[in-house]
């Protein structure tokens, strides 16, 4: 059974940074390329960034493009994703997900198979 668990969210500031984490336990972690997914009140949830299993590749959705950093740590079985330059708009639960098919680096959340609990991140003005 794989689990993934999300933490580093909370309050920020507009314009502060936070760096949100995701463990991964009961699979071959670096089977997966890794995703992070968010939701606001009211809206769907929505890509964020994801990055292959190997870590060369990564890609954002064009909201984040520039202030959103994913990462991974294949050793420690942790994805990382470093948030600047927070806008009130970047409030959402977000997710980390993980897909194990090695296709490539999708941004439809129903190719991941596996998703943490999320955790909240709110950004005041």
């Known amino acids: 059974q794989v689990q993934l668990v999300e933490s580093g969210g909370g309050l920020e500031q507009a314009g502060g940074s936070l760096r949100l984490s995701c463990s991964v336990s009961?699979?071959?972690?670096?089977?997966?390329?890794m995703g992070w997914f968010r939701q606001a009140p009211g809206k769907e949830r929505e890509f964020v960034a994801a990055?292959?299993?190997?870590?060369?590749?990564?890609r954002y959705a064009d909201s984040v493009k520039g202030r959103f950093t994913i990462s991974r740590d294949n050793a420690k079985y942790m994805v990382y994703l470093q948030m600047n330059s927070l806008k009130p708009e970047d409030t959402a639960v977000y997710y980390c997900?993980?897909?194990?098919?090695?296709?490539?680096?999708?941004?439809?959340?129903?190719?991941?198979?596996?998703w943490g609990q999320g955790t909240q991140v709110t950004v005041s003005s």
């Open positions: 009961g699979g071959i972690f670096s089977r997966y390329a």
């Open positions: 997900a993980a897909d194990p098919r090695r296709i490539g680096i999708r941004i439809d959340q129903n190719e991941y198979d596996y």
């Open positions: 990055i292959k299993w190997t870590g060369g590749i990564t």
